[in-house]
């Protein structure tokens, strides 16, 4: 059963940093690209980052570029979202995502993320 579960989220203040983690099970897990997805509340839910199955290739929201970074540990089948500069508007539902060549999609239930002071 593929599995994602979402931790480290939280409230911060606005130039504040966070980082999320995601932990994956149930898939072999270096075969697969992973991303973070973010959604607020009203507004569709919003590719944030993207790291491929090798971690070579990384792709960032216009956004939250040269802000967050993304990144894989193979050996313990995890990704990570550190989030710097964060601002108001980052508040979100973050989620860790992969999908199989067929396209289903999976998600994990999400962390919220909230930046106000």
């Known amino acids: 059963q593929v599995q994602l579960v979402e931790s480290g989220g939280g409230l911060v203040q606005p130039g504040g940093s966070l980082r999320l983690s995601c932990a994956a099970s149930?898939?072999?897990?270096?075969?697969?690209?992973m991303r973070w997805y973010r959604q607020a509340p009203g507004k569709e839910r919003e590719l944030v980052a993207h790291?491929?199955?090798?971690?070579?290739?990384?792709n960032y929201a216009e956004s939250v570029k040269g802000r967050f970074t993304i990144s894989r540990d193979d050996a313990e089948n995890t990704i990570n979202l550190q989030m710097n500069n964060l601002r108001a508007q980052d508040t979100a539902v973050y989620y860790c995502?992969?999908?199989?060549?067929?396209?289903?999609?999976?998600w994990g239930q999400g962390t919220q993320v909230t930046v106000s002071s």
């Open positions: 790291i491929s199955s090798n971690g070579r290739t990384t």
């Open positions: 995502n992969t999908w199989e060549s067929s396209g289903r999609n999976y």
């Open positions: 149930g898939f072999i897990f270096r075969n697969y690209a």
